[in-house]
């Protein structure tokens, strides 16, 4: 059929190029998809997992899932797209097989999941990061994977409100404490 068309239509080949590079409907959910998931996500990064066999890729999708994420392979023509859509433009094109970590439930959890295969293996590697609809660099989404998990930030907050008040209820027992203390010892002198 596209033989046809180039050998009787009396359209440029350029045009026929064109019409043969349009997105067909399937890419364009895909791209809605993607588009919708990053949106409600706290969070993404997009992933070079070249050099992971298949159960390792599995492995690694489980660990992720387990703390509140997901991931998938999108080619990189239709995660351009997506950003896009969200006015986020990629500084360079985006090259070799990529995935998207989605940060479902926790900003950080499922990063450092893969910040630690990739300490382990050294194979995978951050191509970029995505917060608050805001791309993030390398180097600022290693700042980014360096913050403690949500979890721990509160425990950390409650923990430094709780100080305070036990420092205050041990000064004042501490005084009260030392005033018996002493009018005992001065009742034990006469």
Known sequence: MINFALKHSPAP???????LNMPNKQ??????DVVKK????????LIQYQGLNAADI???????????GSMEVVKNSLITRALVK?????????????????????????????DKV??????????YGIFDKKLLSLEDLKTFLSLPSKSTLIA?????????????????????TQL?????ALSEKK
């Open 27 to 32: 890419k364009i959910e895909q791209v809605d």
């Open 180 to 184: 018996v203390l002493t009018l005992k």
């Open 118 to 127: 990739n300490k382990a293996k050294e194979v995978t590697s951050f191509k």
């Open 156 to 176: 950390q907050f409650i923990g430094g409100l709780t100080n305070p008040l036990q420092r205050l209820a041990y000064a004042l027992r501490f005084n009260q």
């Open 13 to 19: 080949a350029g045009l026929i190029i064109k019409y």
């Open 86 to 114: 969200l006015g986020i433009k990629l500084p360079e094109t985006l090259t070799g097989p990529t995935s998207i970590t989605y940060c479902n439930d926790d900003e950080v959890a499922p990063l450092k999941e893969i």
């Open 38 to 45: 990053l949106s409600k996500a706290k969070s993404a990064a």
């Open 58 to 68: 599995g492995q690694l999708r489980a660990d992720i899932k387990q703390v509140g």
